[in-house]
């Protein structure tokens, strides 16, 4: 990335210097951080303090008093999820003054490491630097893509609003909330009503905004994983012959919405209108399509090259930015460049390194991968993020980076960020109807156009269909977004692969001839890369040989 590009010239496309005029104190802001960037994190963590003194998490922490970065290191160390799930559920029974001074809004549901989900805070000052954020990232958008403001754009979100806590506090996906947030200017060329977002069968909601999108001409698709750009188009064959009758009709009636109920129908009828059925069901051939919008970092790479047979021509994709339901770290100011500049406005950053140092955004090095701690208006202080960024380029004097994986031990294809302690809760479960008690196993994820896992076990006897069928369940009851991803076939059904007896022990006394202490090894509950597996497999095989 260049050192000093001008990313938000005055100059551009009509549509593009209307917004950049609209929204020019924001774009000096952005400059000026960038420009300095250690003034302006100490700034934005002067301000999260003091936003969350005479709170119950400041008072327990002893942080009424802390001033600086230094001093907050020195008082609170880096923490996960897990302390800060009872202040959050105190906020959730309507307790005031918990993490933050400023009221909670909203929670967002997302994957939790030791249990089913975790919920998010939202306050408006955080979620205020979230939108600033996107606004940058829109402005980038129209500026090089200026035929975008004669068409529609399709996004793929999932309900802002699934409940409420006990208290009455909204909760919901990260991706609706966003969706529902975007200045009138950017909701104005959605083509899909919210109403078909919220329809709560994954297959029915995917028709639905299929049906609402063939009737407008979209010019971009936006998503966070790949993996939905190839589910769109593997529906659109699946389900051609009932979206054309139904665009032929001006219905919503054929296929998965044949047995929608009247009351889930009746607020998507208004805005149905006749339309001629595509000949080439590809999206590239069946709309204007200019660009597609979605993560390009770390495993989401592998999918991209699928793109293009699947959506039948080449379209170029634009990274959406490295963020997460907790944080908005970096902004793409190019579609040309797969780096982000990080976002200092947002959140503070902390960088933890391979040997454990702790670093702030102005100083890091060029090439290396770093670890990446936040502190925000929601409340969240020292929150160990698990995303490790490798630092690429800079802009102006701010580090320029890519998402690299997520850290620890963690299985991902679609976003649902399947934990080892949550697999082995799952199999704890499943054991409980099944005799699985002390079977080694190992879980493995498969890249495809459609993902899937795979469980090895030492097990036979046992009807392989049923122990599928209920460790799916099990994962999806432990992880709300595997849940997900399954009804939406986003992720295949679970498999499972049996082994000889014997593999495991097979594969320990390899590991421990090669050098591994026999008292630490530990069979492999996740396989988190393909040597790993290709070890396990060559055992089995082996084992099988001389069974």
Known sequence: MPRDPRAFERHGNPAYRLLRGVHDPLIRRFERAVADPEQAQRRLLASILNGLRGTAFSRDHGLDGVRSVEELRARLPVGRYDRFEPYIQRIARGERRVLTRQPVIHFLETSGTTGPAKWIPVTRAWASGVSDAQTLWVLGLVREHASLAQGAALTLVSPAVKGRSPSGIPYGSNTGRMHLAQPWWVRRRYPVPYEAYCLPDPEQRLYAVLRFALQADVRSITTANP????????????????????????????????????????????????????????????????????????LASWFLPRLAPALGAHVPVREVGISASESFLAVP????????????????????????????LWQLDQGAE???VISGHHGLLRYDLGDV????????????????????????ATGEKLTET?????????????????????LRLFLDDCPWYELAI?????????????????????????????????????????????SYALLRRRAVAAGTPEGQYKHPSMALSAPAWERLMLAARDQGVTS
């Open 227 to 298: 993996t939905t750009v190839l589910l769109i188009a593997r529906k659109l064959q699946e389900h051609a012959a009932a979206l054309a009758a139904d665009l032929e009709g001006g219905s919503l009636e054929h296929g998965p919405a044949a047995s929608l109920s009247p009351s889930l129908r009746a607020p998507l009828l208004p805005t149905l209108r006749r339309t001629p059925a595509p000949m080439d069901w590809r999206p590239a051939q069946l709309w204007g399509l200019r660009v597609v919008n979605c993560w390009k970092g770390g």
């Open 422 to 442: 949550q697999l082995l809760a799952a199999m704890a479960a499943t054991a409980s109807s099944l005799a699985l008690d002390g079977a080694p196993f190992t």
């Open 458 to 502: 030492e097990a036979p006897g046992l009807d392989p269909t049923r122990l599928a069928v209920l460790l799916d369940e099990q994962l999806g009851l432990h992880n709300v977004e595997y849940a997900s991803k399954r009804r939406s076939g986003r992720l295949a059904p679970l498999r499972v692969r049996w082994l000889p007896v014997g």
């Open 370 to 372: 770093y670890r990446v």
């Open 333 to 360: 100011l190019s579609g040309v460049e797969d780096a982000c500049v990080a976002w200092p406005l947002g959140e503070f950053m902390e960088f933890v390194a391979d040997d454990g140092s702790v670093r702030g």
């Open 389 to 412: 960024v490798r630092i690429v380029g800079r802009y102006r004097d701010a580090p320029a980076m890519v998402f690299v994986r997520r850290h620890g031990n963690q299985l991902s």
